[in-house]
Nanobody, 126 residues
Framework: QAQLAESGGGLVQAGGALRLSCATS????????IGWFRQAPGGEREGISCLGSNNYYAQSVKGRFTISRDWAKNMVYLQMNSMNSEDKGVYFC??????????????????????WGQGTQVTVSS
């Protein structure tokens, strides 16, 4: 059974908005740091936002993207506003064990992730 399942990707116009969802379990939400990663075409996977006492945001998305969680639904969301062509790619939900990582480390350092989702494609048209 998948630990993380993304949804909500699709095609959006530049300047538009999209919300990604990550369905998970209470165990994952409680004991793991959850984050969103993006892999642009031909590029490496990068952490763009991770939940924590201080949520982490990559500089490229700061002020435009918002990460949040819904404890009742066991969901994590990524609200993406003012989107541009650089936001296109495959977005992955990921989880790292809480007692060995934090939001910034999860998003910026290698080897922090225990589980990956299957990814959801986001395309931005100009």
């Amino acid at each position: 059974q998948a630990q993380l399942a993304e949804s909500g990707g699709g095609l959006v116009q530049a300047g538009g908005a999209l919300r990604l969802s990550c369905a998970t379990s209470e165990d994952i939400l409680t004991n793991y740091v959850i984050g969103w990663f993006r892999q642009a075409p031909g590029g490496e996977r990068e952490g763009i936002s991770c939940l924590g006492s201080n949520n982490y945001y990559a500089q490229s998305v700061k002020g435009r993207f918002t990460i949040s969680r819904d404890w009742a639904k066991n969901m994590v969301y990524l609200q993406m506003n003012s989107m541009n062509s650089e936001d296109k790619g495959v977005y992955f939900c990921a989880a790292g064990i809480k007692w060995i990582t934090n939001s910034e480390a999860m998003c910026t350092k290698d080897g922090q992730v225990s589980y990956w989702g299957q990814g959801t494609q986001v395309t931005v048209s100009s």
